[in-house]
């Protein structure tokens, strides 16, 4: 399969940014890795005392969407990412859109989660000069 280029949000909200920097490492076993915009502090979603380090990067790889994300999944997990309800976030990897025809495409999942409109990810698509642009292509059900 051809590689393809993926927009991932990360995001970590514990004390030092450090994990950040151990998930970008990880995701270039994948491919190539490109930071799209540094590693920010920003309030969390609904909850403006607790911070999040963020950042966009863009993936090249050769993996399929679902292959990508069960490889997501399993970096988020070797990283210590816990799914407890604890509120600790070690590591969240969130594929936001693939570059398709010269431009990203939303991902389906992306959109449900109504990621576009929720701090950090509109901020940080501004501060990379990001846009992206859903398909304007009529869906057939």
Do not use: C
């Not at 679902?66 to 399993?74: D, F, I, S, T, Y």
């Not at 407890?84 to 976030?89: A, L, N, P």
Request: cysteine-free; proline content about 6%.
């Amino acid at each position: 399969m051809p590689a393809r280029r993926w927009l991932l949000l990360l995001g970590s909200n514990l004390a030092e940014p450090q994990r950040m920097h151990d998930a970008l490492a990880a995701l270039a076993a994948l491919g190539g890795v490109v930071a799209a915009t540094p590693i920010l502090r920003l309030p969390a979603r609904g909850d403006a005392t607790r911070g999040y380090y963020n950042a966009l990067a863009t993936l090249e790889s050769g993996l399929d969407r679902e292959a990508l994300r069960a490889r997501l999944k399993q970096i988020e997990h070797g990283l210590g990412r816990r799914r407890d309800g604890s509120g600790e976030v070690a590591i969240d990897i969130d594929l936001l859109a693939t570059r398709e025809a010269d431009r990203w495409q939303p991902d389906p999942h992306a959109l449900e989660k109504d990621e576009f409109t929720q701090t950090p990810a509109r901020e940080l698509l501004e501060a990379a000069g990001i846009s992206i642009v859903a398909d304007p292509r009529p869906r057939e059900d």
